[in-house]
């Protein structure tokens, strides 16, 4: 796909035709899908609400999409914010609730998540399992970081914070992520 | 994928580039995202800037149960509408009863849910909707105590099931949309609540 093609996708886009906002959907639906995935832990349903959470603000803001970067590149960007920003609202609620004396971590805590360092199928599902398990706020730093290859700089950029916060929610995220794993956690 | 800042003990979780790997995306999202698209008021709304914190954390809650397949496919339909760039002005929350006819199959009733949907968006009434998960936290005075599991919603027997957002001129019009569901016909009530905005 040339810019020059995606360009002109985007302006008739922006002039509401749809067949050209499908084909733009289709070239980037299972990379901004799988991303999502990432972010929302392989909840299907919440990586289908993410993807038109994405879709909606990008959308909105089509129109300012200065181009400096791949299409690609934007909508996963978009999507990282708003799996950011629904990781805040969710702390907030759970420190609210949590003010209130309520213990979720009985009803929200996954399954089967434990040490373990049997390799193969059963570590990539302990890897989902743990994944899941992590708050959402180390998940999408962990994501973007280890999965997406994005520096801290980048990361600071598009969650609107600091690289020292990025840095430290990396390493949390690491950290929580080898607990619930086992330290002699391998893959095959 | 390594670099010099991921050296000592600090380093990546091995596997993770392998994960959902082998995935695509649903083949009925690309609908469902040109009808979000719709109901946001595209093509008319592209450029606006952008509103901050949308509550899609409430949608991300949806279970894929029974009336996915329904409610998919009235949003499907609503899709092929035109688009009306106006905000929801009325919630229709749909209670469910514990004394709901248990007879009818669920595939049944999801077809009947979707049915209705698509005839609402038909008229030409912009229309989204979403099923509620199961677990519930409820917070508030009338709780004798903070709920450490997953509640009822309710203290009475009657459960939150869904939502529709819809655009109406007014209450009557819009009690009107909510009197046809087929909900109505299963036990179940729907509550029909404007939305303030102030």
Redesign the interface.
């Known amino acids: 796909m040339s810019d020059a093609d995606e360009s002109e996708l985007i302006e008739r886009?922006?002039?509401?035709d749809?067949g050209a906002?499908?084909t733009l959907?289709?070239r980037h639906?299972?990379a901004?899908?799988?991303f999502a995935?990432?972010l929302?832990a392989?909840v299907?349903?919440?990586a289908?609400?993410?993807?038109?959470?994405t879709?909606?603000?990008a959308?909105?803001?089509?129109?300012?999409f200065e181009r400096r970067s791949s299409l690609k590149t934007w909508l996963f960007a978009i999507a990282s914010r708003?799996a950011w920003?629904?990781a805040r609202?969710?702390g907030a609620d759970r420190r609210k609730?949590e003010r209130?004396?309520?213990?979720?971590g009985?009803?929200t805590r996954v399954a089967g998540v434990g040490p373990t360092d049997r390799p193969g199928p059963a570590?990539?599902l302990d890897?989902?399992r743990a994944?899941r398990a992590l708050p959402r706020g180390f998940r999408t730093v962990?994501?973007l970081?280890?999965?997406e290859?994005l520096?801290?700089r980048r990361i600071a950029e598009e969650l609107g914070i600091s690289t020292g916060t990025s840095?430290s929610q990396?390493?949390r995220a690491?950290?929580r992520?080898?607990e619930l794993?086992g330290e002699d956690?391998?893959?095959t | 994928m390594s670099r010099p800042e991921d050296s000592g003990h600090d380093r990546p979780i091995e596997g993770m580039e392998a994960l959902y790997v082998d995935r695509t995306a649903p083949a009925d999202l690309e609908d469902r995202v040109v009808e979000r698209l719709h109901a946001d008021g595209w093509p008319a709304a592209a450029g606006r800037r952008p509103r901050a914190g949308l509550p899609w954390l409430p949608r991300l809650a949806a279970a894929v149960v029974v009336f996915v397949a329904g409610w998919g496919a009235g949003r499907a339909s609503a899709g092929a509408t035109p688009a009306v760039p106006v905000a929801p002005t009325h919630m229709l929350l749909v209670w469910e009863h514990g004394d709901a006819d248990p007879s009818v199959p669920v595939e049944a009733i999801a077809a009947e849910y979707g049915s209705w949907m698509r005839d609402v968006a038909a008229t030409g009434t912009p229309i989204r909707g979403q099923e509620l998960g199961e677990a519930r936290v409820l917070l508030g005075p009338e709780v004798p105590a903070p709920a450490a599991t997953p509640v009822r919603p309710s203290l009475a027997d009657r459960r939150l099931g869904g939502y529709f957002l819809i655009t109406a001129t007014d209450m009557p019009t819009a009690a009107a949309v909510a009197g046809g569901h087929p909900h109505l016909r299963y036990g179940g009530s729907i509550e029909v609540a404007e939305i303030v905005r102030r």
């Open positions: 886009t922006l002039q509401g749809e906002f499908r959907y289709r639906a299972d901004l899908w799988r995935l990432r929302t392989g299907d349903a919440d289908d609400e993410l993807v038109q959470e879709w909606s603000r959308l909105r803001s089509l129109a300012r708003c920003e629904e609202r969710a609730i209130l004396g309520v213990e979720l009985a009803s570590g990539r890897l989902e994944l962990l994501v970081h280890d999965v290859g520096p801290h840095k990396l390493s690491r950290r992520m080898r794993l956690y391998v893959t």
